[in-house]
């Protein structure tokens, strides 16, 4: 399982300083709920990409004792799953839709990619919103609506609204849609 932590450093910092970072441990375990019973478990190495760049970064990683899942603290500039940085993401998420003009050349491919991946979570971002508050109406056509939640990546920052939509529902808003459909059918309402 992997949880966002609010890193305030850059991804640069952040490598040279991981050994002295204070990373917090959780107090009790996400899954079984034991409290207390959360031990460090060392760290492991994962790649972060962006345009210019190739990095590899420590991940922490935790241990519950009583359910004996591995817990692994992912700092809130990457998203699980994802080798690009979440910076890189939403700049082409933004190049996509936004229309942005930018100097990137992002293949055409990788673009395709995450245009599909993010119109299967338009659902999943707009409910996101809703439960936090947003009183807004979406539009119905799928264009102007991935537009408006592209704009609403960045409020206040990618980094927050990552850590939360994931805090929210346990996964990436950059989810494969098959894990979507589970997700529904497993949370589904059923009238009492």
């Known amino acids: 399982m992997q949880i966002l932590i609010t890193v ?12 002295a970072l204070e990373i917090v441990r959780p107090e009790k375990c996400p899954v ?4 207390h019973s959360i031990h460090r478990h060392g760290s492991y190495w994962r790649n972060i990409l962006n345009e ?18 591995t817990i ?14 979440l910076e890189f993401i939403v700049t082409a998420l933004q190049q996509i839709f936004l229309a942005k003009a930018t100097t ?28 936090q508050g947003w009183p807004e109406v979406t539009p119905q056509d799928v264009k102007e609506k991935a537009t408006k ?5 960045t409020v206040p920052t990618a980094e927050t ?5 994931h805090q929210h ?3 990436t808003f950059m989810a494969h849609s098959l894990y979507h459909r589970f997700y529904l059918s497993v949370n589904q309402c059923v009238p009492t």
């Not at 990457?78 to 940085?85: C, G, K």
């Not at 990137?104 to 439960?131: K, P, Q, T, V």
């Open 8 to 19: 305030k450093e850059t991804i640069t910092q952040y490598i040279t300083r991981f050994q």
């Open 32 to 35: 079984c709920g034991a409290v």
């Open 52 to 69: 210019q760049w190739e990095k590899r970064i420590p991940v922490a990683r935790f241990y519950c004792k009583t359910c004996k899942l």
């Open 72 to 85: 692994s603290m992912l700092p809130s500039f990457a998203l699980p799953y994802f080798q690009y940085s």
């Open 104 to 131: 990137s050349r992002i293949c055409s491919a990788l673009l395709r990619f995450y245009r599909r991946r993010f119109h299967g979570n338009l659902l999943f971002l707009e409910m996101f919103f809703r439960d």
């Open 149 to 153: 939640m592209v704009c609403m990546l």
């Open 161 to 165: 609204l990552s850590q939360r939509f």
């Open 169 to 171: 529902y346990k996964h």
